[in-house]
């Protein structure tokens, strides 16, 4: 038999309180546009740099799952929802290298994440373990910190497969146009009792609907 292929894993963080197509929509570029073997959406428990989510971790999974079951390459993956205290992306990446030792795994990013990256809890450590795709939009600039960008200047790669020569610690800027829909428009117009049709999936609003969430 031979020695079967390294896998190309995507990582998208967020507390999907609700998911919407946007968050989809990334997600699926993104697993196309670099042929991703898949991209696992991991749903934050208890952020560090937002609001505590409105819907409980089990909800948000479950909205996940609905969103994502007719789609095989995006995959929900629990892992933060089932550690106790805040949700640090580095434990997260650390937990699926151990899972994925010859994996290489892609962390994506919104650019808005990215110019944030120095209050991350140990964020140098992050690019021992993943590559980095920070996914650009209009009028968005990437601007991290001063101290982010000397860490970055040799690492920025000018394509993905420049990128992928190494295993970890490279970063690429990717120009998508994403859905401009946000979670928090979502939650707005539920407790306004205005329908969301056309923000997220026909699923997901039945859930919703059913047990009553964003009143």
């Given at each position: 038999?031979?020695?079967?292929?390294?896998?190309?894993?995507?990582?998208?963080?967020?507390?999907?309180?609700?998911?919407?197509?946007?968050?989809?929509?990334?997600?699926?570029?993104?697993?196309?546009?670099?042929a991703l073997d898949e991209v696992r959406l991991i749903p934050c428990h208890h952020p560090v740099h937002k609001e505590e989510p409105e819907v409980s971790a089990q909800g948000r999974i479950e909205m996940l799952h609905k969103a994502t079951k007719t789609e095989k390459r995006l995959v929900v993956d629990v892992r933060e929802c089932m550690r106790p205290g805040p949700s640090y992306m580095i434990e997260t990446l650390e937990?699926?290298?151990?899972?994925?030792?010859?994996?290489?795994?892609?962390l994506l990013l919104g650019v808005d994440?990215?110019?944030?990256l120095?209050?991350?809890?140990?964020?140098?450590?992050?690019?021992?373990?993943a590559h980095l795709i920070v996914i650009?939009?209009?009028?968005?600039?990437?601007?991290?910190?001063?101290?982010?960008?000397k860490f970055c200047k040799k690492r920025m790669a000018s394509s993905?497969?420049?990128?992928?020569e190494a295993k970890k610690g490279n970063v690429l800027a990717y120009s998508f146009m994403?859905?401009?829909?946000?979670?928090?428009?979502?939650?707005?117009?539920l407790k306004e009792n205005k329908s969301v049709r056309y923000l997220t999936p026909n699923k997901v609003i039945k859930y919703i609907k059913k047990h009553e969430l964003y009143k």
């Open positions: 038999m031979g020695i079967p292929e390294k896998k190309n894993i995507g990582i998208l963080g967020g507390t999907f309180d609700p998911v919407h197509f946007g968050h989809l929509r990334t997600a699926l570029a993104a697993q196309q546009e670099f937990s699926l290298r151990t899972e994925y030792p010859k994996e290489r795994l892609f994440a990215f110019n944030n120095e209050a991350w809890k140990d964020w140098q450590k992050i690019f021992e373990i650009t939009r209009p009028g968005w600039e990437i601007n991290p910190s001063s101290l982010v960008k993905f497969s420049e990128m992928s994403p859905l401009m829909i946000s979670s928090s428009e979502i939650r707005s117009l």
